[in-house]
């Protein structure tokens, strides 16, 4: 069990490392649009969990 958290966590704490989130952060507040597509995939995608998948 505890090797299959340090599996899931050492990857999250790579992208921590590298200033990853400060660098995507910078990318998100130039773009506005990205906002808009991020939110309309994210929308897709619970709708399609939602409703669709249930009812095959």
Do not use: D, Q
Not at 29 to 56: D, E, F, G, R
């Amino acid at each position: 069990m505890k090797k299959l958290f340090y599996m899931i966590i050492e990857p999250l704490k790579s992208f921590a490392n590298r200033n990853f989130s400060e660098k995507f952060s910078v990318i998100y507040h130039k773009n506005k649009w990205i906002a808009y597509m991020v939110s309309l995939l994210i929308t897709v995608v619970i709708l399609t969990l939602a409703y669709v998948i249930p009812n095959l």
